[in-house]
């Protein structure tokens, strides 16, 4: 089984800036999609960015061009750079990892940004 363990999250101000990182323990195939989804309570689980295992990246119009999305292949390691931030993007984000073998989640990582 695939776990994925997720950090970085935390409190920033407006403005401010942290990483996300997401490590996923176990064998996830050749070919396979990773990516950062975030969910506040009673609202869907929602796409942030996403990043095949070719380097092809997508992402949420409302975090294009403040999120950068990578991966370290090497190290099964999705890494999710958010600059700018702003308190509408205070929610908890999840790292999912979905291949040919296997779909995963982590628990979650509350990012909280307010002054």
């Known amino acids: 089984q695939v776990q994925l363990v997720e950090s970085g999250g935390g409190l920033v101000q407006p403005g401010g800036s942290l990483r996300l990182s997401c490590a996923a323990s176990?064998?996830?195939?050749?070919?396979?999609?990773m990516g950062w989804y975030r969910q506040a309570p009673g609202n869907e689980r929602e796409l942030v960015a996403e990043i095949t295992s070719r380097g092809t990246t997508m992402y949420a119009d409302s975090v294009r061009g403040r999120f950068t999305i990578s991966i370290d292949s090497a190290k099964n390691t999705v890494y999710l750079q958010m600059n700018s931030l702003k308190p509408e993007d205070t929610d908890v984000y999840y790292c999912?990892?979905?291949?040919?073998?296997?779909?995963?989640w982590g628990q979650g990582t509350q990012v909280t940004v307010s002054a």
């Open positions: 999912r990892v979905k291949s040919t073998l296997l779909m995963a």
């Open positions: 176990g064998s996830i195939g050749n070919t396979y999609f």
